[in-house]
């Protein structure tokens, strides 16, 4: 039973995967370790920022992805048109994406089994920290101004043991002389500090007594400088401590979507271009949504790196469109694939 | 068909005396390789930086500037605007000794500027000016730092350190009228600091320099404050200092005059 899982395409698909991406994968690591040592040269006196070193981390991640992407396409006859041994694999292949669908899970198995060791091993090295926290944005209330004569701003915690609250409003014109807000913290009614405001994006950590919280409430001190508490200006970090080995494993699953996405797309391509168009398509989306950033694979290397847990980082609702996009992707050439004559 | 050794030869011959006669530069090569790279990675590592500003602490913020500014060694703009942010953050809220904490990031910023100053080209003076206000200005946003700075002449002195540097690089009416005008506050600074023989002659310089403002009016006003701070200091007490009390420009001077 386990010998004819081992000659399913799935089977056969991940091992070819493995075999063809597993030395590109250790070579870009290398190099990414070289280039790190080359170019990241720190400034003596700057804290130490791992959160600033995702492009080392990206660059394997992006080769195994690709690497995995290109042999899986190259490996299944009917990823793409026009291929020598087509015909024959299509007679003898059932389903309605004839195999596809099987190679596109093999590939995305080999890149896991490629990506894992990178995303927990390698990570640390960069300087991921041992132990992940929760970081949570608060959602900002429907007012979010705090400036003199205003309300105080509420934000509901729903009982989180909280270590850290992390203010970053924005700042605007002075309402009179110059003189920097005071903004007073409190976790249920209790004041656990002050910040002291004056410019946009200013950022100021106020430590959090390790107990359940219901409410965090920001009001207004002094000063003459107007605040806007707007999304991602309030987050709040929980005292629990995570694995940093689940963390990497969320992120390298986090990590298939762009390649999901771009294999389904190269077999929407594939039903009617030829392996270089449909590599093509693949290449240009595993960039796009990897190194420029439209997708969640960034934030999770980004948040695996600051040592915040990707899945509070990247939730599962942020999954949704590409898995989508992917599903839609897939549905297409598997009704392109049916059409007689195929 | 056989093949002649000769041109073969001759190849090999061109290629070690191109090599003897230019040889390889490092710098060059990873200019070329920078070229490349550039467009393809400038956009992600912008977006990179803006995604830092918004959700990373200051020490990803920084670390991401400086990845920008390894794409664009020459941006010395660019090297200003962050050495600058540097030097000028606040103070974490938590900090005990505010006034080394701002000593160090100074000292930090003034270190990545210097580094900038090997691309900055013919930009190199600007850059030298821009080290020189910075001093003057952190002291400013932090009161603590100038207590810290006081044994080695104050912030003037780091900023006439630069000045003359600049001064040396390229010799303008403007940069030396701005060493000029410096004097009172470096005056200030080294008598802080119980250095009075360098005071005399931080003094004695800038009014021989005076003779070299453009404007004469002002240069003489100028020359005549100086000396009367001059002869005060060495211990004329008829002199009349009413002038330069009443002259802001001298107000660094003013503790020192009583």
């Not at chain 1, 903004?183 to 910040?195: L, P, S």
Request: charged content about 15%.
């Amino acid at each position: 039973m386990i010998g004819r899982a081992w000659r399913r395409p799935l089977a056969l698909c991940c091992r070819a995967c493995l075999a063809a991406a597993w030395l590109p994968t250790l070579a870009a690591a290398g190099l990414a370790v070289l280039l790190q040592a080359m170019l990241a040269v720190p400034l003596p006196g700057l804290a130490d920022a791992p959160g600033a070193r995702t492009p080392w981390l990206h660059l394997p991640l992006l080769v195994a992805a690709a690497a995995c992407a290109a042999r899986a396409a190259a490996f299944w006859p009917l990823v793409a048109a026009r291929r020598q041994g087509a015909d024959l694999v299509a007679r003898l292949q059932r389903g309605p994406l004839r195999g596809c669908g099987a190679a596109v899970a093999g590939a995305l198995l080999a890149q896991f089994v490629l990506t894992l060791p990178l995303a927990t091993v390698f990570a640390r090295w960069l300087g991921a920290p041992a132990r992940a926290v929760v970081v949570v944005e608060l959602p900002s209330p429907p007012r979010p101004l705090l400036a003199a004569g205003q309300p105080p701003l509420t934000f509901a915690l729903g009982g989180r043991r909280l270590r850290e609250v992390h203010l970053r409003p924005l700042a605007g014109p002075p309402t009179g002389a110059f003189e920097p807000a005071t903004v007073e913290v409190r976790c249920d009614g209790e004041r656990i500090g002050t910040a002291t405001l004056a410019e946009s994006r200013q950022h100021v950590r106020i430590a959090a007594p390790p107990r359940p919280v219901q409410t965090l409430e920001l009001t207004h001190a002094g000063g003459t400088v107007p605040l806007l508490f707007g999304p991602g200006s309030v987050t709040a970090v929980e005292a629990a401590e995570r694995s940093a080995a689940w963390n990497g494993t969320t992120a390298a699953v986090v990590w298939l979507l762009p390649s999901f996405v771009a294999l389904a797309v190269a077999l929407l391509c594939g039903a009617h271009a030829a392996l270089p168009t449909a590599l093509t398509a693949a290449f240009g989306l595993l960039f796009v949504q990897t190194v420029g950033g439209a997708g969640p694979a960034d934030a999770a290397v980004r948040a695996l790196l600051r040592g915040h847990w990707v899945g509070a980082t990247v939730p599962f609702s942020a999954w949704l469109p590409s898995l989508a996009a992917g599903s839609l992707a897939m549905i297409v050439a598997m009704l392109l694939r049916r059409r007689p004559g195929r | 068909m056989t093949r002649h050794p000769l041109p073969m030869v001759a190849a090999a011959g061109c290629m070690a005396l191109a090599w003897v006669a230019a040889p390889p530069q490092p710098a060059v090569g990873q200019e070329l390789a920078a070229a490349f790279v550039r467009p393809a990675m400038l956009p992600f590592v912008w977006s990179s930086l803006e995604e830092a500003g918004r959700t990373g602490d200051d020490a990803e913020y920084f670390a991401r500037a400086r990845q920008l500014l390894e794409l664009m060694p020459a941006w010395t703009d660019g090297h200003t605007v962050f050495a600058f942010r540097l030097a000028l953050a606040p103070a974490p809220a938590d900090a005990t000794d505010p006034g080394g904490d701002a000593w160090q990031r100074l000292q930090v910023a003034l270190a990545w500027l210097e580094g900038a100053r090997a691309t900055a080209g013919t930009r190199e003076a600007d850059l030298l000016l821009t080290m020189a206000f910075l001093p003057e200005v952190a002291v400013l946003q932090q009161p603590a730092l100038g207590e810290r700075l006081r044994a080695s002449g104050g912030p003037a002195a780091l900023a006439d350190h630069y000045l003359a540097a600049a001064e040396q690089l390229r010799g303008s009416p403007a940069v030396r009228e701005a060493r000029t005008f410096l004097a009172p506050k470096l005056a200030a600074g080294l008598l802080a600091a119980g250095d009075r023989r360098q005071a005399m002659a931080v003094l004695d310089t800038a009014i021989e320099r005076s003779f070299d403002v453009r404007d004469r009016a002002l240069a003489g006003e100028w020359r005549q404050r100086l000396l009367e701070v001059r002869r005060w200091l060495d211990g004329d007490r008829a002199v009349d200092l009413a002038a330069v009390q009443a002259d802001e420009r001298f107000a660094a001077l003013w503790a020192h005059l009583r």
